[in-house]
T-cell receptor, first 115, second 115 residues
Framework: DTEVTQTPKHLVMGMTNKKSLKCEQHMGHRAMYWYKQKAKKPPELMFVYSYEKLSINESVPSRFSPECPNSSLLNLHLHALQPEDSALYLC??????????????FGPGTRLTVL | AQSVTQPDIHITVSEGASLELRCNYSYGATPYLFWYVQSPGQGLQLLLKYFSGDTLVQGIKGFEAEFKRSQSSFNLRKPSVHWSDAAEYFCAVGEGSGNTGKLIFGQGTTLQVKP
């Protein structure tokens, strides 16, 4: 299995809702990532997990809360989002975090709309 | 600091014509370079990568790229473009210092294919 899966594909939520995005990989990769992408822009890194521990938080607002329950799963919990948080949220994984092992495989993304 | 520049924001080519997308990077040591493609509303798919060795690398879908250290470039080429190649293309360099897992992306090039 050489793919990263993400659910749901689309999500519409109000500013008071709580929702979660899910990402899964079965490639044995030890690093997993959350990115946010606006239209016609490159992905912006949000969080990096290495060996199930949070390694990097790119100063992301606390209304986004990542979780890595095990080496195959990555969640992003959403609460009290703003309309400007509407974007494509991409998950990625890589064997490791440096050099050759930083070859990242991306999921199809979750299209999030905040009303 | 590392950076990636894709000088062409938008390129239009006729189907069957050749293609070259430019990528320039700024990095002190030997870079780890990637080209990704993204179709509308989809995730990023890795086209090819360069870590070391032969400077001409072959990728999927008939793409190739050439690493030129003297020009700090990693241009993507395809001899004959198909309509299905219309997409957004991102060049990226792996951040080599430390063990961060970060990819530095260029701003992307939108490829339009005329029939």
């Amino acid at each position: 299995d050489t793919e990263v899966t993400q659910t749901p594909k689309h999500l519409v939520m109000g500013m008071t809702n709580k929702k979660s995005l899910k990402c899964e990989q079965h490639m044995g990769h030890r690093a997993m990532y959350w990115y946010k992408q606006k239209a016609k822009k490159p992905p912006e890194l949000m969080f990096v997990y290495s060996y199930e521990k949070l390694s990097i938080n790119e100063s992301v607002p606390s209304r986004f809360s990542p979780e890595c329950p095990n080496s195959s799963l990555l969640n992003l919990h959403l609460h009290a989002l703003q309309p400007e948080d509407s974007a494509l949220y991409l998950c990625a994984s890589s064997p490791g975090m440096s050099g050759r092992s930083n070859e990242q495989f991306f999921g199809p993304g979750t299209r999030l709309t905040v009303l | 600091a590392q950076s990636v520049t894709q000088p062409d924001i938008h390129i239009t080519v006729s189907e069957g014509a050749s293609l070259e997308l430019r990528c320039n990077y700024s990095y002190g040591a030997t870079p780890y370079l990637f080209w990704y493609v993204q179709s509308p509303g989809q995730g990023l798919q890795l086209l090819l990568k360069y870590f070391s060795g032969d400077t001409l690398v072959q990728g999927i879908k008939g793409f190739e790229a050439e690493f030129k250290r003297s020009q700090s470039s990693f241009n993507l080429r395809k001899p004959s473009v198909h309509w299905s190649d219309a997409a957004e293309y991102f060049c990226a360099v792996g951040e080599g210092s430390g063990n961060t897992g970060k990819l530095i992306f260029g701003q992307g090039t939108t490829l339009q294919v005329k029939p």
